[in-house]
T-cell receptor
Framework: AQKITQTQPGMFVQEKEAVTLDCTYDTSDPSYGLFWYKQPSSGEMIFLIYQGSYDQQNATEGRYSLNFQKARKSANLVISASQLGDSAMYFCAMREFAGANSKLTFGKGITLSVRP | DAGITQSPRYKITETGRQVTLMCHQTWSHSYMFWYRQDLGHGLRLIYYSAAADITDKGEVPDGYVVSRSKTENFPLTLESATRSQTSVYFC?????????????FGPGTRLLVL
C-alpha cells in the first residue's frame, strides 16, 4: 500500500484565491512527521512546511498552512492568496520515527497552475 | 553559504558507461541521501548515509554504488548505465535522525542515457 497518496489531477486556481492540495498517508507508527515541498519549473526542491504527529495545532508558514486531520490521516496543504509564482509541482512526504534511516517517503506530486 | 551542490547539472552518456554524480554539502550534516525523480513516481530513495563510511540501500538501489569517505561528499556511481537510469537525481542532507528534521535538497542532476 502506498504510504503517501496524492491523487488530484492538475489543479488550477485563480490568482489571489486560496487552494487546497490533498495528501493522505498511511502509517502505524504513532510518531511521524509530514512535509510539503515545492518544485518549480526550475527543478529545485523547496521545503515549505512541517507537521508533527503530536503537534496540537496545525502548522502555518506565511501563506502556507497545513490542515492536519490525524484520525482521517490527511495532511492537506492550503495556500492562501495564490500568486503566479506558486505555479509548481507540490510533493507531500512523510518520515516515520521507527525508520532507521531518517528517509522521507514522497507522494507522486500535484501540479498547481495559477491563472492571472 | 554554498549549502548543497551537485555536479554535473546535466549529463549525457551512453549505455554501458560508468557515470559518477557528485554531491557536496557545507553544513556538516550527518545524513545524506540520493533520490531519483521520474514522472509518475515522485522521488524514490536510492541510497542513504548516516555518517562517513556508513551507507545503506534505499528503495531502488540496483545498478548504483555509493561511497562516503568524507562527511561532506556523497558520490553516486552508475557502474554500467542503462536507459532506465535516465532520470533527475537529487542529493539531500539533514542534520539529525529525528522526525522533524528537514531534508535540504541540491539542485538536481539531469541524466540522459542513450
Amino acid at each position: 500500500a502506498q504510504k503517501i497518496t496524492q491523487t488530484q489531477p492538475g489543479m488550477f486556481v485563480q490568482e489571489k484565491e486560496a487552494v487546497t492540495l490533498d495528501c493522505t498517508y498511511d502509517t502505524s507508527d504513532p510518531s511521524y512527521g509530514l512535509f510539503w515541498y515545492k518544485q518549480p519549473s526550475s527543478g529545485e526542491m523547496i521545503f515549505l512546511i512541517y507537521q508533527g504527529s503530536y503537534d496540537q495545532q496545525n502548522a502555518t508558514e506565511g501563506r502556507y498552512s497545513l490542515n492536519f486531520q490525524k484520525a482521517r490521516k490527511s495532511a492537506n496543504l492550503v495556500i492562501s492568496a495564490s500568486q503566479l509564482g506558486d505555479s509548481a509541482m507540490y510533493f507531500c512526504a512523510m518520515r516515520e520515527f521507527a525508520g532507521a534511516n531518517s528517509k522521507l517517503t514522497f507522494g507522486k506530486g500535484i501540479t498547481l497552475s495559477v491563472r492571472p | 553559504d554554498a549549502g548543497i551542490t551537485q555536479s554535473p547539472r546535466y549529463k549525457i552518456t551512453e549505455t554501458g558507461r560508468q557515470v559518477t554524480l557528485m554531491c557536496h554539502q557545507t553544513w556538516s550534516h550527518s545524513y545524506m541521501f540520493w533520490y531519483r525523480q521520474d514522472l509518475g513516481h515522485g522521488l524514490r530513495l536510492i541510497y542513504y548515509s548516516a555518517a562517513a563510511d556508513i551507507t545503506d540501500k534505499g528503495e531502488v538501489p540496483d545498478g548504483y554504488v555509493v561511497s562516503r569517505s568524507k562527511t561532506e561528499n556523497f558520490p553516486l556511481t552508475l557502474e554500467s548505465a542503462t536507459r532506465s537510469q535516465t532520470s533527475v537525481y537529487f542529493c539531500a542532507s539533514s542534520l539529525f535522525r529525528t522526525v522533524k528534521e528537514t531534508q535540504y535538497f541540491g539542485p538536481g542532476t539531469r541524466l540522459l542515457v542513450l
